[in-house]
C-alpha cells in the first residue's frame, strides 16, 4: 500500500513506515531522487532481468530439443544437444553474478539489506519498477516450473533409453556364438 506522506517525511509509507528510498536518505546519507537520479540502475537491472528471461526461455528450447531427440530414439545429436544446455547454463551462471550486483546496488538504494530477493525490490520500488519487477519474478517462477518439468521429463526419457540399450546389448550378447 502506498501513501504519499506530507513535511519532511514526503515519500512513500509502507505499512505506516517511511522507507528510506522514499525519504531520500540511506544510511543517514541523502541521496537522489529515487524518481531520477536512480533511473539508470534500475533500467539496468531490468535489462539484465529481461536478458535472464531470455536466457531461460532459450533453455526451455534446449531441452525440449533435447526431449525430442530421446523421445525421437535417434541419440545422434544428443550429445551436441547437451553441450548447448550446458553452454545456457553456463550463461545463466555469469548472468545471475552479475544480477547479484546489480540487486544489491539497487536494494541499497531502496535502503533494503544486500542479497534482497526480487519480491522485496519489486515491494519497495516506486511505480513502475515496483510492477515491472514483480512481472520478472513471475516469470522467472513459471520458465523455472517449466525448466523444472521438461528436466525430469528428460531424465526419465533418458534413464529408459538407457534400460532401452542395455536390454539389446544384453540381447546381442546372448546371441554371439
Do not use: Y
Request: contains cysteine; hydrophobic residues 45%; proline residues 4%.
Amino acid at each position: 500500500m502506498f501513501v504519499v506522506g506530507k513535511g519532511p517525511e514526503i515519500g512513500l509509507k509502507r505499512h505506516g513506515r517511511t522507507t528510506q528510498a522514499a525519504r531520500g536518505v540511506a544510511d543517514g546519507v541523502p541521496m537522489a531522487e529515487p524518481t531520477g537520479g536512480f533511473v539508470a540502475d534500475f533500467a539496468q537491472l531490468s535489462d539484465l532481468l529481461w536478458r535472464e528471461r531470455e536466457l531461460l526461455d532459450l533453455l526451455v528450447f534446449k531441452l525440449e530439443s533435447e526431449r525430442l531427440l530421446l523421445e525421437s530414439g535417434d541419440v545422434r545429436w544428443l550429445a551436441r544437444s547437451t553441450r548447448e544446455v550446458d553452454l545456457v547454463l553456463e550463461q545463466l551462471g555469469l548472468t545471475e553474478v552479475t544480477r547479484a550486483l546489480e540487486v544489491d546496488a539497487v536494494a541499497k538504494q531502496l535502503g533494503l539489506p544486500p542479497n534482497a530477493g526480487l519480491a522485496e525490490l519489486a515491494d519497495a520500488a516506486l511505480s513502475p519498477w515496483g510492477e515491472l519487477f514483480h512481472a520478472h519474478r513471475a516469470a522467472f517462477r513459471t520458465l523455472i516450473a517449466e525448466i523444472t518439468n521438461l528436466a525430469e521429463a528428460n531424465r526419465i526419457a533418458l534413464t529408459d533409453a538407457c534400460a532401452s540399450s542395455e536390454r539389446v546389448l544384453q540381447e546381442v550378447a546372448a546371441w554371439t556364438p
